[in-house]
């Protein structure tokens, strides 16, 4: 297989290998009238090399406007919220992480 290598312009010559990643997920979508919107459910394996990672995540999105996340990566809790009007959405997740000291992220994304 392909393999990546990126080498900074450094001192000491630090190089970086990419790494092979194998993904299998599944999702199941439905719209709910109930609940006046869509429920999104998704299941992931990762593969690296990395023991086998499991990602499991929920999705509520109301009337395409509000999108409400909750998540499990990586033996921790995510949770997310997202606002979408016409062209563009702002994102907000929170991610339980031992290895991070920022487990917030944001982020704002355009549709054309």
Known sequence: MLRNSIT?????????????????GIAYFQSSDLLRGDIEIAVDILKTQRPLQQ?????????????LRLGYLDGGLTTGVGLRHKFFMVDYAFRQHAFS???????????F
């Open 55 to 67: 990602r499991v995540g929920l999705e509520y999105t109301f009337k395409q406007v509000l999108h």
């Open 8 to 24: 900074y312009n450094s001192e000491n010559g630090y190089a970086d290998d990419g790494e092979r990643v194998l993904q299998l």
């Open 101 to 111: 000291n920022t487990p917030y992220r944001v982020a704002l994304s355009f549709f």
